[in-house]
């Protein structure tokens, strides 16, 4: 089966790639199908943001298309980043690392720094039918970056359980415990369940 990915982002093709291809699903990005746009993301939740961009890529391509709206909250800032993640300082221009340095600021003095990396995942169909799963990863604000692997804010991130960030864990260990790869193992299980449905 093939599926467009609703996302520029290199990191998560990757990812979705990692996870997927063994399962025999093909992930073609929107750009590589030759769809170059962005979607405004103006959803209050997760859910809502992952459905707008997998909707938009399906319409652009006529093919069923996957997307996964993401992001990082932070207790500490009542959830904050949240959906803002990829947009939290207000400057398209900015960086992951100013992102980071604007979230640290934040956060400057703050003992209690439990976090929460967030996974929706939406799946919709040239017919209609939409597919959803979602992975969450809990953890902490790390007090200083760590590590060079991985993209956002995973220099800053550390699992529950782990002594070390996200950036610090090869790619193999990121996606047996993120965000993202319990919502796309969710969403092998439920992808797999339609098409047993739909044989
Ligand atoms: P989206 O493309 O609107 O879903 O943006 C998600 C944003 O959340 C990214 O730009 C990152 O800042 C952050 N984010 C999501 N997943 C991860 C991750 O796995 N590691 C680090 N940051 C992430």
Redesign the pocket.
Known sequence: MRLILA?N?AHKAREFREILAPLGIEIVTQGEAGCHFEVD?TGETFEE?AFLKAEAAMRATGEGAVS?????EVDALNGEPGVR??RYTGRHEDS?AD?RAFLMKKLEGVEHRSAR?V?AICCVFPNGDVLRARGECEGSIATYERGEN?????AIFIPAGSGRT?AELSAEEKNAI???GAALREFCRVLEEYSNAHK
Not at 68 to 72: A, I, V
């Open positions: 996302s982002n993301e943001n996964d709206d993401s992001g990082l993640s990829a992951d992102r990396f996974s991985g993209f956002g804010y995973d996200m993120s965000h993202r």
